[in-house]
């Protein structure tokens, strides 16, 4: 049984950092991708960043570009999004997810595997 969790969510001032991990189990495939998505209530999930198997090939959204960085440790089998420069509109529930393709998808559909979530809130 394949299980994603994430930790490192909290209430941040902006301009402040967090750094999220994405601790996963179950997945005997070294060929597996992970990404990031954001949602706040009444949208849709949103693609932040997503990195390859080999943790090359990441990409990310234009909103977060510069300010997020995604690594994984495969030893560790965790996943790490580094948030930099926050600001109030990354306000969200943060999730990360697992995947197969050969390269980083941008749609919830082409994800596998999702954890349930870490609360990201930005505020003064």
Do not use: H
Not at 3 to 29: D, H, M, N
Not at 70 to 75: E, L, M, Q, V
Request: aromatic share 12%; with cysteine; proline share 4%.
């Amino acid at each position: 049984q394949v299980q994603l969790v994430e930790t490192g969510g909290g209430l941040v001032e902006p301009g402040g950092s967090l750094r999220l991990s994405c601790t996963f189990s179950g997945i005997t495939t070294a060929w597996y991708l992970m990404g990031w998505f954001r949602q706040t209530p009444g949208k849709e999930r949103e693609f932040v960043g997503g990195i390859s198997w080999s943790g090359g090939g990441a990409r990310y959204s234009d909103s977060v570009k510069v300010r997020f960085t995604i690594s994984k440790d495969n030893a560790k089998n965790t996943a790490y999004l580094q948030m930099n420069d926050l600001k109030p509109d990354d306000t969200a529930l943060y999730y990360c997810a697992a995947g197969f393709n050969p390269v980083v998808p941008t749609t919830t559909a082409e994800y596998t595997y999702w954890g349930q979530g870490t609360q990201v809130t930005v505020s003064s």
